[in-house]
Every structure is written in C-alpha cells, then in structure tokens.
C-alpha cells in the first residue's frame, strides 16, 4: 500500500496537529495516545516516511524495527513502568484494527493490562 503523506501521524509529526509528546530523538517520536487503551499509553512513530504496518516490513528494516522495540523499552523506562511491566503492540491490518497507515508501536501500562485476547 502506498504511504499517504496525509496520515494523521505525518501531520503530527509535521506539527499540522497537535500531539503531547513524551519523547523524541531523531529517528523516533512518541506521544500520548488520544484515546487512551491503558492508563498509559503512548504511540512511537519513525520520522521518516516508514512501512506503513508490520506486514510492509522487509529485511531492509531490520535496523529500524529493532530500533523502534528498543527505543519503545527506553522510553517505557523513562515513564516509570519497567518495574511494573507493560505491552508492546504492533497492529496489522484490517482484523487487528489498524487504523493508521504509518508503522507505530503501542505502548500500553500503568496498571493491570488483563489477557492479551
Ligand atoms: P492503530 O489502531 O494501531 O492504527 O493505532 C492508531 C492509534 O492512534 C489509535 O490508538 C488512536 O487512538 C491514535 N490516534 C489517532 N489520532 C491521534 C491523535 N491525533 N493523537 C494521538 N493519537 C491518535
């Protein structure tokens, strides 16, 4: 699928709307998500125009995905949850929700998460 350049996270990260953002480096941002799904929930998102889910990933992103899992546990550690523990969540496609086409990760914590599904 092709990337829309006027996905709602290309237009945060342009500062087209507004975000509350807990981190950023240069290659990462996260922020609050909107509709929160935990008590804490945030949404890292690639600065460069990335996939737009999982299932766009190929070996050429090896380096990216990874740096997007250990940049989510760094900031989760800045937050305060690595003690009590959180979920890191990749949604792909349709039966999984996905709303947005532009690779993002799911942080969720800050209190009982309950079963995966
Ligand atoms: P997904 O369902 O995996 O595509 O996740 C997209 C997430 O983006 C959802 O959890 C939405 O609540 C969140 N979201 C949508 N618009 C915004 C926004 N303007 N600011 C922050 N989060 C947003």
Known sequence: MAYDRDNIFAKILRDEIPSDRV?????FVAFRDIAPSAPVHLIVIPRAEPP?????L???DVGLAGRLVVT???IAAQQGLAGS???LV?????????TVRHLHLHIL???PLGPVA
């Open 90 to 98: 990749l949604n792909c496609g349709e039966h999984a929700g996905q």
């Open 109 to 111: 914590g800050g209190g």
């Open 23 to 27: 981190y950023e480096d240069g290659e």
């Open 85 to 87: 523990g959180y979920r």
């Open 58 to 60: 190929t070996d050429a």
């Open 52 to 56: 737009t889910s999982p299932a766009e």
């Open 72 to 74: 989510a546990s760094k």
